[in-house]
């Protein structure tokens, strides 16, 4: 039995309802959202999305990384996105520590990350003010572009827009 078994079973189950064949890959609803990795957040559940209409990138901390402009330049152009929502949440993991708290873990278990860059995030609403300025400014975007940013609260379900 391998580690990965129960999920292998899962999808066996999942592929014999499965009714989505006929999405063609483009942001139905010309959305993409950025979010957290986190497994508490239901991207299309809580903007009341279905498969096919939106784009989800996730990372650790929702953070618009150099990976995650690559990708929006990608939906932007090829895949239908004209807007973007940049949605961290509360009670995130990366708010809770820096970036040399995690080399100072890692280093203890003997391994040298310091040539990584974790994107930690001290300052919830400063971070997420940079990361849409990030998009906002980008060369590589249409300007003017609809980009939004909201914090979602990870025990009530709502969703605070940023004023900025």
Do not use: W
Request: hydrophobic share 40%; charged share 25%; with cysteine.
């Amino acid at each position: 039995m391998s580690a990965f078994d129960d999920l292998y079973d899962a999808n066996t189950r999942f592929a014999k309802k499965f009714g989505s064949s006929g999405l063609t890959g483009r942001a139905g609803r010309g959305l993409a959202v950025v979010t957290c990795m986190d497994s508490r957040i239901d991207p299309l559940g809580l903007l009341g999305l279905k498969p096919g209409d939106a784009k989800i990138l996730r990372n650790a901390g929702a953070r618009v990384t150099d990976d995650v402009l690559r990708t929006l330049v990608l939906a932007v152009y090829l895949l239908g996105v004209e807007r973007v929502l940049v949605m961290p949440h509360t009670d995130c993991g990366m708010a809770k520590v820096t970036d040399p708290d995690v080399h100072a873990l890692t280093q203890e278990r003997g391994v040298d990350t310091r040539s990584l860059e974790f994107h930690t995030v001290p300052d919830q609403n400063e971070a997420l003010r940079h990361d849409l300025t990030r998009i906002r400014t980008s060369p590589f975007l249409p300007e003017g572009m609809p980009i939004a940013g909201a914090i979602y609260d990870v025990r009530t379900g709502l969703l605070t827009p940023a004023a900025f």
